[in-house]
T-cell receptor, first 116, second 114 residues
Framework: AQSVTQLDSQVPVFEEAPVELRCNYS??????LFWYVQYPNQGLQLLLK??????LVKGINGFEAEFNKSQTSFHLRKPSVHISDTAEYFC??????????????FGKGTKLTVNP | DSGVTQTPKHLITATGQRVTLRCSPR?????VYWYQQSLDQGLQFLIQ???????AKGNILERFSAQQFPDLHSELNLSSLELGDSALYFC?????????????FGDGTRLSIL
C-alpha cells in the first residue's frame, strides 16, 4: 500500500535559518510527488511537484525539494526562512486506486513555526 | 485566490442531521475532489468527479454522497451526522483530473456537530 510519512510533526526555526522538512514514501512503482502548504484558515496551495526528469525541483517562495528514489524520499528545503513561511506543509504522493484511477495520499503534515 | 469557491464557510448543526456542502471549481477545471481534514485522521480523500461522472472513491462513508452537476459545481451531502464528522471539508479542482496535474483547493467548510 502506498503511504507517505512526514517524520516531524512540528519544526520550530529562527528567521533566516535554513530548514528541511522530511518526507518519505513507500512505493514500488513510478510516482508523482507534491508538496502543498496550508496557511491558517486557508486551503492548500501547491508549492512544487515532481513528475519526472531532474530530481531537484524548484517551487514557489524559494522552496525546493529533491527526489531520491533509492531512499524513497522527497525532502523540502529552504535556505533562509521568513516569518511568513509559518504554516503547515503537506507531502503527497499520487497512487492508483483499485478501480484504476488515481488519487492523492497526503502525509500528516509538518507545522513550521518561524520565530523572530 | 485559488478560484475554487466553497460555501458555507462554517456550519454548525446537531447529531442526526443532514447538511449539504457546495463547491464551485476553478474556471475551466472539469474535475472536482472532496477531502476531509481532521486532527486525528489528517487529510483524507473522499471522492473525485470528472465532468459529472464519479472517477475515484476514497474513504467516503455510506452516509456521505456527492454529485457533480452539468455546470460542474459539486455538492457533498452528509447525513445522519455524528460527532466524529466534525472536520474541515475541502473541495479541490483540476483541469483534467489526472494526478500529474496540481489540484487547486478552496478555503474549506468547517463543520461542527454539537
Amino acid at each position: 500500500a502506498q503511504s507517505v510519512t512526514q517524520l516531524d510533526s512540528q519544526v520550530p526555526v529562527f528567521e533566516e535559518a535554513p530548514v528541511e522538512l522530511r518526507c518519505n514514501y513507500s512505493s514500488s512503482v513510478s510516482v508523482y510527488l507534491f508538496w502543498y502548504v496550508q496557511y491558517p484558515n486557508q486551503g492548500l496551495q501547491l508549492l512544487l511537484k515532481y513528475l519526472s526528469g531532474s530530481t531537484l525541483v524548484k517551487g514557489i517562495n524559494g522552496f525546493e525539494a529533491e527526489f531520491n528514489k533509492s531512499q524513497t524520499s522527497f525532502h523540502l528545503r529552504k535556505p533562509s526562512v521568513h516569518i511568513s513561511d509559518t504554516a503547515e506543509y503537506f507531502c503527497a504522493v499520487s497512487v492508483l486506486t483499485q478501480g484504476g484511477s488515481e488519487k492523492l495520499v497526503f502525509g500528516k503534515g509538518t507545522k513550521l513555526t518561524v520565530n523572530p | 485566490d485559488s478560484g475554487v469557491t466553497q460555501t458555507p464557510k462554517h456550519l454548525i448543526t446537531a447529531t442526526g442531521q443532514r447538511v449539504t456542502l457546495r463547491c464551485s471549481p476553478r474556471s475551466g477545471d472539469l474535475s472536482v475532489y472532496w477531502y476531509q481534514q481532521s486532527l486525528d485522521q489528517g487529510l483524507q480523500f473522499l471522492i473525485q468527479y470528472y465532468n459529472g461522472e464519479e472517477r475515484a472513491k476514497g474513504n467516503i462513508l455510506e452516509r456521505f454522497s456527492a454529485q457533480q452537476f452539468p455546470d460542474l459545481h459539486s455538492e457533498l451531502n452528509l447525513s445522519s451526522l455524528e460527532l466524529g464528522d466534525s472536520a474541515l471539508y475541502f473541495c479541490a479542482s483540476s483541469e483534467s483530473g489526472y494526478s500529474n496535474q496540481p489540484q487547486h483547493f478552496g478555503d474549506g467548510t468547517r463543520l461542527s456537530i454539537l
